[in-house]
């Protein structure tokens, strides 16, 4: 009986503890003591003023910091790609540093407007690089004409360019150099250019037949403003026709002929066998003076593929008059483009011939089916024997190397 009441007492005890837990843990209903504490309202200064970088490539290693002091995880959005920033995020309070990747080469400002946040606080940052060259500063490759070992183009300048230095590389070695080493490469006394040497805002230039055949180049300039800061640096690629395929003619038999009664001089222009020539221009200028002799053919070529171009027929042309700009000079010659032609003949020309010439000059260009002019070019200088004794003669003359003259430059070999 006694172990009854024994197991009874112990029973009693056990449940009576199990109503106390049990109305313990359903004496509250508001759950105070389970939520966790609420985080403290971010908090967010950002010192440091906007910061304003060097165009050149010293602003790469002149950090400017800007200090974070918050209670809050933050983050930076607005990052350009010509800026490192780091770190660009964190917790709590931060110094970061902020740099350029690269000089500015450009003529305007570069501006970034990056933004520190933390929570719903936000600051916004302007960076500035300043801009690295002059407006209106430049000096453009343009109207390029491509021959087989030659390109000859027109550089024209900006109305703030004082002078330039122009400089051609293979396109594929110029991955070796950075900007700064490319700039310091071009700048050359022998590769300067002063604009104030000339009358005209453009003038045309060519490599001198120095250039491979199917071949890439690139030629740079780097200009200077009337106040003598850099401008613009720019890189124009430009390719040399192949050898194969080109439309060619050849010029024979010069001579002085008549023509409505009049002396003129004449000749023999042939077609190459190979077939790919359709038609072809002929171009001649005689006189006792004459700008164009000993002139390298791609620059004479450029004069005439712009005459082509405006007035693609037979006609008077002003490549001497032209020539005289460049060169300084003064020349009394008379010249006349005939075509385009697309039978092997014999030519009479308009180009009249006069007592007092010295000097004829003669020049043919191919065309093929598609209209293209030839990468080959056939051009032939003459001098004429005035003697008494004998009648006019037309003589050969072995083209000489361009004279160093005032005005005219080649562009160096890559």
Not at 183 to 200: F, G, H, L
Not at 249 to 267: A, Q
Not at 347 to 369: H, P, R
Request: aromatic share 10%; charged share 20%.
């Amino acid at each position: 009986m006694k172990m009854k009441n024994c197991f009874y007492s112990v029973l009693a005890i056990m449940m009576a503890t199990m109503l106390s837990v049990s109305f313990s843990s359903c004496g509250s209903d508001d759950g105070d003591d389970d939520k966790k504490p609420e985080p403290p309202t971010p908090t967010l200064t950002v010192s440091g003023v906007d910061a304003l970088f060097a165009a050149d490539a010293s602003s790469m290693s002149q950090a400017q910091e800007m200090k974070i002091k918050t209670n809050s995880t933050w983050v930076i959005t607005g990052k350009p790609d010509w800026l490192e920033i780091t770190p660009m995020s964190g917790d709590g309070d931060a110094t970061v540093k902020i740099w350029p990747n690269q000089p500015n080469n450009t003529s305007e400002n570069k501006e970034a407007t990056i933004v520190v946040q933390a929570g719903d606080k936000s600051v916004p940052k302007t960076i500035t690089q300043r801009a690295g060259i002059e407006k209106d500063c430049y000096a453009q490759p343009s109207e390029v004409l491509s021959l087989i070992n030659d390109v000859a183009c027109n550089f024209t300048c900006g109305s703030n360019t004082k002078f330039f230095y122009v400089r051609a590389f293979v396109t594929s070695a110029l991955s070796r150099y950075t900007d700064e080493e490319l700039i310091n490469s071009v700048k050359s006394e022998n590769n300067r250019w002063d604009r104030t040497t000339y009358s005209e805002a453009s003038f045309p230039a060519c490599f001198g037949a120095q250039l491979d055949a199917n071949s890439s180049y690139t030629i740079v300039t780097v200009s200077y403003s009337n106040s003598d800061k850099i401008g613009d640096v720019i890189k124009y690629e430009v390719k040399t026709k192949p050898t194969a395929n080109q439309p060619l003619v050849e010029i024979t038999n010069v001579s002085i002929g008549t023509k409505n009664n009049k002396p003129v001089y004449g000749l023999t222009v042939k077609k190459g066998q190979n077939g790919y020539c359709e038609k072809y221009y002929v171009w001649g200028a005689a006189g006792s003076t004459l700008s164009c002799i000993d002139v390298y053919p791609a620059i004479k070529c450029w004069y005439l593929n712009k005459e082509i171009k405006a007035e693609a027929i037979s006609h008077a042309t002003n490549i001497n008059y032209y020539l005289d700009k460049i060169l300084q000079s003064t020349t009394v010659g008379r010249e006349y483009l005939h075509g385009p032609l697309s039978q092997e003949e014999s030519i009479s020309s308009d180009l009249a011939f006069s007592n007092d010439d010295k000097y004829l000059d003669v020049l043919a260009w191919g065309v093929d089916v598609d209209g293209k002019l030839s990468g080959y070019v056939a051009n032939s200088s003459y001098t004429l024997n005035s003697s008494t004794s004998s009648p006019m003669k037309v003589q050969k003359r072995a083209m000489q190397a361009p004279s160093t003259r005032s005005g005219y430059r080649i562009l160096q070999k890559p």
